[in-house]
């Protein structure tokens, strides 16, 4: 029996979409766990499996592959069956929110966390200084095309008639992608988020292979994001 594919999974990162699109297209596979340092930086342990050292990662027979998008393509090119692909009238819209995941929303919420990170990594006599300079540093750079991103998404949402980004039965590799920012988006962002955009959430967390892939790699905590 060939080797059961292995996802390098660490806490508080996008591995677990990953895992998310296994479970939905019944891949076998194992998890090797890796946690934090006191740094919030990954292992250096990874870079025995990788050489950028960043999780995601996959095993998969002689193929290692990084990066989340990387990784759920091919799972879905290898694994998927026809069950993750979009309708003919949502292709377009399947693969513009699945670059927009990462080139446009996460960068934004990124910045976010490390402006709220910064002053509480100062010496405690300046973060009452450094915290009304990154909050209004946030307020000038992010907080506008953050609201403009997330509307997009409302808007997106709003014209699709299964809820799915695609307008499909079953989610596609957009709503892969964007499982992981639009969870931080909720944690980091709760008042930017619309009805429809709450209510995927909520979908994604209902869904039986979702809540698998929570029990196997451990819930995580999106205000790392």
């Given at each position: ?186 944690v980091r962002a709760p008042d930017l988020i619309g009805q429809k955009t709450k ?27």
């Amino acid at each position: 029996m060939a080797d059961k594919l292995i996802v390098h999974h660490l806490n508080n990162s996008r591995s677990q979409r990953v895992l998310w699109v296994l479970e939905e297209l019944e891949v076998p596979y194992e998890i090797k766990f890796y946690q934090r340092g006191p740094d919030l930086r990954a292992p250096k342990e990874l870079l025995d499996v990788h050489p950028l050292g960043r999780v995601p990662i996959i095993t998969d027979g002689d193929v290692t592959l990084a990066e989340s998008g990387a990784i759920i393509q091919y799972l879905i090119n290898k694994y998927g069956n026809g069950r993750a692909t979009p309708p003919k009238e949502g292709e377009l819209v399947d693969l513009y929110f699945t670059h927009f995941s990462e080139g446009s929303l996460m960068p934004l919420l990124v910045n976010r966390f490390v402006f709220s990170l910064v002053p509480t990594q100062a010496p405690f006599f300046l973060r009452p200084l450094l915290r009304p300079i990154f909050s209004a540093i946030d307020g000038r750079i992010v907080a506008g095309p953050l609201n403009a991103c997330l509307k997009s998404v409302e808007d997106a949402l709003e014209k699709s008639s299964t809820g799915w980004f695609a307008g499909g039965p079953n989610p596609t590799m957009a709503d892969y992608m964007m499982s992981f920012g639009l969870e931080a988006a909720a944690v980091r962002a709760p008042d930017l988020i619309g009805q429809k955009t709450k209510a995927w959430v909520e979908r994604i967390h209902e869904r039986p292979a979702f809540k698998r892939g929570i029990e196997k790699g451990g819930k995580e905590n999106y205000e790392y994001a």
